[in-house]
């Protein structure tokens, strides 16, 4: 068995080659399947926004002797019949609910109430609410800020690569990766807050990273290939994935292991909830943006350019004179 030097070795030199652009059709099937997939996640468990996004209450019972969540749901709806409770546990001691948004009068005597289903004195439940028109503006806020993103980063490719279809490879593969990430986020039942916009704005910048370095060496590769090149174009921009190949997966797995310890011991072991929203995004997101670079972008980017009449022309010289090396063989 090779070692991890001499296979990397191999995928740079071409003697090991993963036909990521030659069998681009099974993972543009794969691609596709994948983003209708998490598209169709929220109609079937719709994604939750956090309050912050939605407006309304909220209260946090600071360490009762319970934690039993249908006591807040209880105490709620005795003072405002059929509100709309959620209960979650925070940092293993606190509970939080968040409703609707109350009157000033209501929000007083839902305090007094969880105190006393509680059992803790009513200066330990403390209560906020955010008003609807705050929560639209953070929306829109996130939205513009998604949007300046993606445009600028289409204009700063196309500038430094010298062609759009770069760009638009590049751009396919992030929305790629927001639209699984989003998925994935609602199927887990995760909430999207602040931190998870943070999060996945964040992946998008990795992404576009990882992407950036896999595109520089393609061009790379095809800019050294001359009218008496040996190789397709495809078979290019396939060689220079490879040779890119044990670089990008070193780089998400050191970005992916201490996020992981984040999620995994920091908000599921030991409770700290604040933690969970960005560092789910920004893992599951490092790991869909390897993909997405590999087997979505490289291979779209192959695609938009083959069908240019140099390219074309050129691709159907060396096809030519392979057959005619087979039949002198």
Known sequence: MPSMNEFGNNLYSGKTSFPFVGKRRL?????????????LVP???????????????????????????????????????GAATKVVVVSGKDVRVQTDQMSAAETQQVGEALAEAYGVDPSDVTSSFIGPAWGENVTKQSLWGLAIFLALTFLILAIYFRTWKMSAAAIIGLLDVLVITVGVYALAGFEISPAAVIGFLTILAYSLYDTTVVFDKIRENTTEDGEKSARLFGESVNLAVNQTLVRSINTSVV??????????????????????DISLSIFVGI?????????????LYSLFRENEPQLKARDARIREARIRAAVEV
């Open 43 to 81: 109609l079937i468990r719709p994604i939750q926004f956090s309050i912050e996004f939605t407006g309304g209450s909220q209260f946090t019972v600071q360490a009762p002797d319970s934690l039993d969540q249908e006591t807040a749901t209880t105490a709620v709806q005795s003072v405002v019949p």
């Open 255 to 276: 970005a992916a292991l201490p996020v992981g310890a984040v999620l995994f011991i920091g908000a599921f072991w030991l409770g700290a909830e604040s933690l969970t």
């Open 27 to 39: 993972w543009f099937i794969i691609a596709i399947a994948l983003v209708v997939g998490s598209a």
């Open 287 to 299: 790991l869909v943006a390897t993909y997405s670079t590999l087997f979505v972008a490289a291979p």
